[in-house]
């Protein structure tokens, strides 16, 4: 049997720094390891705003040599991670191509910098972040599965801070009771956002209390280095106990809002995604099952696990709620 939820925890997220510290043995430590020193980890913000800085006036990054050791770090079920190669090659973002394999390449070169987040709505400090000051907040390193509606995962070392820290920051009022989301539009850059089929910009939601959860993380980088414009840069939501869609790309606006907010996959498919979107391995897709899943890099399938195998730290927050009405 996989590991049932009480094995996971209390070792998974808040833990997950000490825990990717822990393994590294001092003499492991040499260039060829993509993962994190112990100093490079303190150092992540500071990385990730020189990297930001030379992707503003200089050329785009090289990628990992092939010779590059497969990181043998696992994730709280025993996993290894996905290859940097994998994540960055294999995206979904509408907004470039609706074929995985050729968002990369339509991505290259989008301007992800200067960037501002705006933060408003039912807040008692509205606020406009620019990149530089989501990189002031502590980044940590969180390995987590991204399990997408489609039924295919990946297991990815993203680099970011909780949400709920940011949100602390403009003091949501009393009204507030759900998050909601907005991607940048910029059709010119975008040639996915000339499509007028679908409804842009790209909206996501959270209920205020999923928004507050300690998993619930901002991305601002994966395998210690800046995002890639593929994976979401320079700013992204990571929920990893719901389908990837949730997880919404290049964050310009984020909103507290006292109504649940009509997400772009809810506008276009009521049938098919609810608000919720919970991993749940019982609730089929109208022309899928989502009992199994294809990890990306293996052959065969492996089952899929309520709530993506977080059911531990996060089923309470649906405590006497229909989990098949509400999917
Ligand atoms: N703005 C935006 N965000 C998005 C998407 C998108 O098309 N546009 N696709 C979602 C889907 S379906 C998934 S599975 C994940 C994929 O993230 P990754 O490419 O970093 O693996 O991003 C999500 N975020
Ligand atoms: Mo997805």
Same mark, same amino acid.
């Given at each position: 049997m996989i590991l049932s939820g009480s094995d996971t925890w209390p070792r998974v997220a808040p833990l997950a720094k000490e825990r990717a510290l822990a393994q590294?043995?001092?003499?492991?430590? =040499?260039?060829?390891?993509?993962y994190l020193s112990r100093r490079q980890l303190m150092g992540v913000a500071g990385a990730l705003g020189a990297s930001l800085l030379l992707g503003a006036c200089g050329p785009q990054a090289a990628s990992p040599a092939p010779e590059v050791a497969a990181d043998p770090r696992r994730d709280d079920l025993g996993d290894p991670l996905n290859s940097f190669e994998q994540i960055t090659s294999y995206n979904n973002y509408y907004e470039f191509s609706t074929d995985k394999q050729r968002v990369a390449r339509l991505a290259q070169?989008?301007? =992800?910098?200067p960037w501002e987040v705006a933060v408003g709505g039912l807040v008692r400090s509205p606020r406009v972040f620019g990149l530089e000051d989501l990189l002031r907040f502590d980044q940590e390193e969180r390995i987590y599965r991204l399990r997408c509606v489609e039924a295919w995962s990946m297991v990815i070392p993203w680099i970011g801070f909780p949400l709920r820290r940011l949100l602390a920051e403009v003091e949501p009022l009393a009204a507030a009771r759900y998050v909601r989301f907005e991607t940048v539009l910029r059709p010119a850059a975008m040639?996915?956002? *000339?499509? *007028?089929?679908?409804?842009?910009?790209y909206v996501e939601g959270l209920r205020l209390d999923e928004a507050q959860h300690e998993l619930t993380l901002l991305a601002t980088g994966l395998y210690g280095k800046a995002l890639t414009p593929q994976n979401g840069a320079p700013l992204r939501l990571v929920v990893?106990?719901?389908?990837?869609?949730?997880?919404?790309?290049?964050?310009?606006r984020i909103d507290l809002v006292e109504q649940m907010p009509t997400s772009l996959w809810m506008a276009m498919a009521p049938n098919e995604y609810g608000?919720?979107?919970?991993?749940?391995?019982?609730v089929a897709h109208p022309r899928w099952s989502q009992a199994t899943e294809r990890r990306i890099g293996e052959v065969g399938r492996r089952p899929t696990l309520p709530f993506n195998g977080y059911a531990e730290q996060v089923a309470g927050l649906y405590t006497g709620m229909d989990l098949r009405a509400n999917y």
């Amino acid at each position: 049997m996989i590991l049932s939820g009480s094995d996971t925890w209390p070792r998974v997220a808040p833990l997950a720094k000490e825990r990717a510290l822990a393994q590294i043995h001092p003499s492991e430590i =040499t260039p060829e390891h993509l993962y994190l020193s112990r100093r490079q980890l303190m150092g992540v913000a500071g990385a990730l705003g020189a990297s930001l800085l030379l992707g503003a006036c200089g050329p785009q990054a090289a990628s990992p040599a092939p010779e590059v050791a497969a990181d043998p770090r696992r994730d709280d079920l025993g996993d290894p991670l996905n290859s940097f190669e994998q994540i960055t090659s294999y995206n979904n973002y509408y907004e470039f191509s609706t074929d995985k394999q050729r968002v990369a390449r339509l991505a290259q070169g989008f301007q =992800t910098s200067p960037w501002e987040v705006a933060v408003g709505g039912l807040v008692r400090s509205p606020r406009v972040f620019g990149l530089e000051d989501l990189l002031r907040f502590d980044q940590e390193e969180r390995i987590y599965r991204l399990r997408c509606v489609e039924a295919w995962s990946m297991v990815i070392p993203w680099i970011g801070f909780p949400l709920r820290r940011l949100l602390a920051e403009v003091e949501p009022l009393a009204a507030a009771r759900y998050v909601r989301f907005e991607t940048v539009l910029r059709p010119a850059a975008m040639p996915g956002q *000339r499509d *007028r089929f679908y409804p842009w910009p790209y909206v996501e939601g959270l209920r205020l209390d999923e928004a507050q959860h300690e998993l619930t993380l901002l991305a601002t980088g994966l395998y210690g280095k800046a995002l890639t414009p593929q994976n979401g840069a320079p700013l992204r939501l990571v929920v990893p106990w719901k389908y990837g869609f949730k997880s919404i790309k290049a964050i310009v606006r984020i909103d507290l809002v006292e109504q649940m907010p009509t997400s772009l996959w809810m506008a276009m498919a009521p049938n098919e995604y609810g608000f919720y979107a919970n991993v749940n391995p019982e609730v089929a897709h109208p022309r899928w099952s989502q009992a199994t899943e294809r990890r990306i890099g293996e052959v065969g399938r492996r089952p899929t696990l309520p709530f993506n195998g977080y059911a531990e730290q996060v089923a309470g927050l649906y405590t006497g709620m229909d989990l098949r009405a509400n999917y």
